[in-house]
């Protein structure tokens, strides 16, 4: 018992990039199976399982972590990007973002107040829509 929790104790493990790259590992299994004349595909996703496995069972911590961190960081950028109200991720500190239908100016207003009118503040068009 104390060999495997040796081998074991000193061990990078699982982390957000580990668990990223075993997801898209499943997932290219799955499309592979609509492509049954494809090798690519679980060629690649065969690379990635051997590629988690190397990451979890690796000794280097700081390296591995510092893969992790540099992840998270470009995850975060594409979350917040997808979040962004330009992309249509509704709203951010409890605002609503529409269209003029005239003139394609964006005005906030704040949600959760109902059916109301609002104004566009460049052309002046009214327009009725619920937050």
Known sequence: ??????????????????????VTALALSIISRFFPRSVLLPALGM??????FYRALSTKLVVRRAENEKFLDLWYAVRDWFRH?????GSQGGKRCFK?????????????KGMI?????????????KT
């Open 1 to 22: 018992m104390n060999g495997f929790r040796n081998f074991f104790g000193n061990r990078y493990g699982i982390d957000n990039l580990n668990i990223t790259l075993m």
């Open 47 to 52: 690379l990635l399982i051997v590629l988690v």
């Open 85 to 89: 109200p330009h992309f249509g991720g």
């Open 100 to 112: 003029c239908p005239n003139c394609g100016q964006k005005c906030r207003v704040p949600r959760g």
């Open 117 to 129: 009118a609002i104004t566009c503040p460049r052309c002046g068009q009214d327009f009725v829509k």
